[in-house]
């Protein structure tokens, strides 16, 4: 198999060199997947990204709009090109195909690919993002939720066979959220707790109970890693995120047109970058119920330090190796304060509104997770300073005119 060798050395697993390395972005065109592809390959990375366009399409079928309009994943693989002399190879297909992901890790069709262009080899490391992401989707009926358990767990079933047919020193980089722990009344460990019973202890995946469809395939995407590490030793790192915010990465610095899909509607927009388009528009912050609810949250700059600090270090084969992504924790009532207090500074208006909560979930709860691991291999996290909201309120300004009203809140209810 053509990859860079690894070594061993306390108690961590190194590359001796990144010469050469090719990683395999699954999802390639998503909110973390296109900044992805561009830190790797500014990194000096191999790149090739895979996407059917899921989310684009379900913006399209659920008519909720994104805050700018994106180019095509080939068109901007070609403006990366030609902006920084680096490729990013495009890879358009539906990886519930097992054929599309066989296709990726067997190097006889590689090669064939290839043809007379350099072969870049067998993925070192595959980072998985390919799925379908939004809890209010998977909870919208029957049919979306079909969709989420159909997507995801096909995807990543596809993923962990073809490693392992074909290519099972690669290193597998799972999404994993934080919400498969839910909000248990004890601290939340990383992955792993050990059990005592009866007398006798083992260690175990720390309980989880999710409180949406979309959150439960995610479980069941760390059971089937746990089953491939099991049984054919596959090294994998299972990246248990909150959610994430941010708009811009060290990319969107080269060229605009660069920047990441941005949705700020209730299905595919995450809690902080509604809530600033909700401000800019004049719109009341729809925070949930009492607000309450306390989670993890991360700058989307992190995310891309967090897989590569990952990357650099990976698992060793049959270690199912599990961190907790975030950097700090709120409240949707602290989040919405910030937002408040900032956004006033910038001379609008900002009104907090407790609607209803269409969830069902915790509105007052313990939580205190760990979060040491990523730290511990050399994540420098940055923190959510109103420094970092009002940058997002400035480009989120920029664009006020595409903001649509109808698309912020229509009440799925699980
Ligand atoms: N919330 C509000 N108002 C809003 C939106 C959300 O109060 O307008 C509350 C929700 O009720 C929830 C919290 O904010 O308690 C977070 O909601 P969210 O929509 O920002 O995030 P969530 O649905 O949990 O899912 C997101 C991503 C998902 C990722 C997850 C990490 O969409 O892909 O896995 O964050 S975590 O939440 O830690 O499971």
Not at 194 to 216: C, M, V, W
Not at 302 to 318: F, I, N, W, Y
């Amino acid at each position: 198999m053509d990859m860079p060798q690894r070594k061993h050395q306390q108690g961590l697993v190194y590359k001796e060199s990144m010469e050469m390395s090719h990683i395999l972005i699954l999802g390639g065109d998503g909110y973390l997947g296109w900044p992805t592809a561009m830190h790797f390959s500014n990194l000096g990375y191999d790149v090739t990204v895979v996407d059917n366009y899921f989310r684009r399409h379900a913006c399209t079928e659920l008519d909720v709009g994104m805050l700018y309009p994106v180019p095509s994943l080939i068109e901007r693989a070609k403006l990366w090109h030609s902006l920084t002399g680096k490729q990013i190879k495009v890879v358009i297909g539906d990886l519930t195909d097992a054929h599309v992901m066989r296709s990726l890790f067997d190097s006889r069709i590689q090669y064939s690919w290839a043809q007379n262009k350099r072969f870049t080899g067998l993925p070192e490391t595959v980072v998985h993002y390919a799925e379908q992401p939004s809890a209010p989707y998977s909870l919208i009926n029957y049919k979306y939720a079909n969709i989420t358990l159909t997507n995801n767990l096909q995807v990543t079933n596809n993923l962990i066979f073809a490693v392992r047919d074909f290519s099972p020193d690669t290193h597998i980089i799972k999404l994993g959220t934080m919400g498969e722990y839910g909000t248990p009344n004890i601290d939340i460990e990383e992955g792993w707790i050990e059990i005592e019973h009866n007398g006798r202890k083992d260690n175990f995946l720390f309980p989880r109970q999710a409180s949406s469809l979309y959150h439960t395939t995610k479980i069941m995407d760390t059971d089937l890693m746990w089953f491939g590490v099991r049984m054919w030793n596959l090294r994998v790192t299972d990246l248990m995120q909150g959610p994430v915010y941010g708009i811009d990465t060290e990319a969107t610095a080269i060229n605009e047109k660069l920047r990441t899909i941005f949705n700020y509607d209730e299905i595919l927009g995450t809690i902080l970058n509604r809530f600033i388009v909700q401000a800019v528009v004049d719109y009341p912050l729809t925070v949930y119920g009492k607000g309450g609810q306390t989670r993890g949250y991360l700058n989307i700059n992190d995310t891309l330090q967090c897989v590569h600090m990952s990357e650099l270090k990976p698992a060793r084969q049959g270690e199912l190796r599990i961190f907790n992504q975030i950097t700090e924790t709120f409240s949707a009532n602290e989040l919405a304060e910030k937002v408040q207090k900032v956004g006033r500074s910038m001379g609008y208006s900002v009104q907090i509104d407790h609607l209803k909560n269409p969830r069902k979930e915790a509105e007052e709860h313990y939580y205190n997770p760990k979060y040491q691991g990523l730290v511990d291999i050399g994540v420098k996290p940055h923190y959510l300073t109103d420094g970092v909201i009002e940058g997002m309120f400035r480009v989120v300004g920029c664009f006020k005119k595409n903001i649509r009203r109808d698309v912020i809140f229509r009440g799925i209810n699980w």
